[in-house]
Nanobody
Framework: QVQLVESGGGLVQAGGSLRLSCAAS????????MGWYRQAPRKQRELVAQ???????NYGDSVKGRFTISRDNAKNMVYLQMNSLKPEDTAVYYC???????????WGQGTQVTVSS
Protein backbone atom coordinates (compact mmCIF):
# COMPACT_ATOMS: atom_id res chain seq x y z
CA GLN A 1 0.00 0.00 0.00
CA VAL A 2 1.17 3.45 -0.97
CA GLN A 3 -0.54 6.49 0.46
CA LEU A 4 -0.44 9.66 -1.61
CA VAL A 5 -1.44 13.12 -0.44
CA GLU A 6 -1.66 16.06 -2.83
CA SER A 7 -1.44 19.71 -1.95
CA GLY A 8 -1.14 23.05 -3.71
CA GLY A 9 -4.38 23.24 -5.63
CA GLY A 10 -6.56 26.31 -5.65
CA LEU A 11 -8.04 29.11 -7.69
CA VAL A 12 -5.85 31.01 -10.12
CA GLN A 13 -6.42 33.39 -13.00
CA ALA A 14 -5.64 32.44 -16.57
CA GLY A 15 -1.96 32.91 -17.27
CA GLY A 16 -1.01 32.28 -13.68
CA SER A 17 0.95 29.49 -12.06
CA LEU A 18 0.50 26.83 -9.40
CA ARG A 19 2.82 24.22 -7.96
CA LEU A 20 1.33 20.93 -6.85
CA SER A 21 3.05 18.60 -4.42
CA CYS A 22 2.49 14.94 -3.68
CA ALA A 23 3.87 13.13 -0.66
CA ALA A 24 4.17 9.34 -0.73
CA SER A 25 4.17 7.20 2.37
CA UNK A 26 3.53 3.61 3.41
CA UNK A 27 4.96 0.89 1.18
CA UNK A 28 7.05 3.26 -0.91
CA UNK A 29 9.86 0.84 -1.77
CA UNK A 30 9.95 -0.10 -5.42
CA UNK A 31 7.94 2.76 -6.89
CA UNK A 32 8.94 3.02 -10.54
CA UNK A 33 6.69 5.75 -11.86
CA MET A 34 5.05 8.73 -10.27
CA GLY A 35 2.86 11.17 -12.03
CA TRP A 36 -0.14 13.38 -12.27
CA TYR A 37 -3.49 12.77 -13.90
CA ARG A 38 -6.48 15.04 -14.06
CA GLN A 39 -10.19 14.68 -14.50
CA ALA A 40 -12.61 17.41 -15.47
CA PRO A 41 -16.37 17.05 -15.04
CA ARG A 42 -17.88 14.61 -17.54
CA LYS A 43 -14.47 13.83 -19.01
CA GLN A 44 -12.18 10.83 -18.68
CA ARG A 45 -9.15 10.94 -16.48
CA GLU A 46 -6.12 11.86 -18.57
CA LEU A 47 -2.37 11.77 -18.17
CA VAL A 48 -0.79 15.10 -17.31
CA ALA A 49 2.79 14.05 -16.63
CA GLN A 50 4.73 10.99 -15.55
CA UNK A 51 8.28 10.59 -14.31
CA UNK A 52 10.50 7.58 -13.67
CA UNK A 53 12.78 7.09 -10.71
CA UNK A 54 15.62 8.07 -13.04
CA UNK A 55 14.04 11.40 -13.89
CA UNK A 56 12.72 10.67 -17.39
CA UNK A 57 9.49 12.56 -17.96
CA ASN A 58 6.55 12.23 -20.30
CA TYR A 59 3.78 14.79 -20.77
CA GLY A 60 0.31 14.88 -22.16
CA ASP A 61 0.06 16.86 -25.37
CA SER A 62 -2.18 19.51 -23.85
CA VAL A 63 0.38 20.54 -21.23
CA LYS A 64 3.68 20.22 -23.09
CA GLY A 65 5.75 23.35 -22.76
CA ARG A 66 3.69 24.67 -19.86
CA PHE A 67 3.95 22.07 -17.09
CA THR A 68 7.03 20.51 -15.55
CA ILE A 69 7.12 17.39 -13.40
CA SER A 70 9.93 16.67 -10.97
CA ARG A 71 10.58 14.31 -8.09
CA ASP A 72 12.72 14.06 -5.02
CA ASN A 73 13.33 10.37 -4.38
CA ALA A 74 14.99 10.98 -1.03
CA LYS A 75 11.92 12.81 0.24
CA ASN A 76 9.41 10.61 -1.60
CA MET A 77 7.89 13.67 -3.21
CA VAL A 78 6.72 14.52 -6.70
CA TYR A 79 5.87 17.99 -7.94
CA LEU A 80 4.02 19.57 -10.81
CA GLN A 81 4.88 23.12 -11.77
CA MET A 82 2.03 24.54 -13.82
CA ASN A 83 2.63 27.73 -15.77
CA SER A 84 0.53 29.67 -18.27
CA LEU A 85 -2.61 28.09 -16.92
CA LYS A 86 -5.72 28.06 -19.07
CA PRO A 87 -9.39 27.66 -18.11
CA GLU A 88 -9.36 24.24 -19.77
CA ASP A 89 -6.80 23.12 -17.19
CA THR A 90 -9.56 23.24 -14.58
CA ALA A 91 -9.86 19.75 -13.11
CA VAL A 92 -9.19 17.59 -10.11
CA TYR A 93 -5.52 16.63 -10.21
CA TYR A 94 -4.57 13.21 -8.88
CA CYS A 95 -1.16 11.99 -7.84
CA UNK A 96 -0.27 8.49 -9.04
CA UNK A 97 2.36 5.90 -8.18
CA UNK A 98 3.07 2.63 -9.97
CA UNK A 99 5.17 -0.42 -9.23
CA UNK A 100 6.13 -2.63 -12.15
CA UNK A 101 7.04 -5.65 -10.00
CA UNK A 102 3.50 -6.21 -8.75
CA UNK A 103 1.63 -4.00 -11.22
CA UNK A 104 0.20 -2.00 -8.37
CA UNK A 105 -1.28 1.46 -8.86
CA UNK A 106 -1.93 3.97 -6.11
CA TRP A 107 -3.91 7.20 -6.23
CA GLY A 108 -4.25 10.24 -4.06
CA GLN A 109 -7.64 11.70 -3.31
CA GLY A 110 -7.07 14.64 -5.61
CA THR A 111 -6.69 18.39 -5.36
CA GLN A 112 -8.91 20.87 -7.18
CA VAL A 113 -7.36 23.31 -9.63
CA THR A 114 -9.65 26.01 -10.95
CA VAL A 115 -8.48 28.49 -13.57
CA SER A 116 -10.69 31.52 -14.10
CA SER A 117 -10.93 33.47 -17.33
Amino acid sequence: QVQLVESGGGLVQAGGSLRLSCAASGSIFGIDFMGWYRQAPRKQRELVAQITSGGLANYGDSVKGRFTISRDNAKNMVYLQMNSLKPEDTAVYYCNAQKIRDWSVSWGQGTQVTVSS
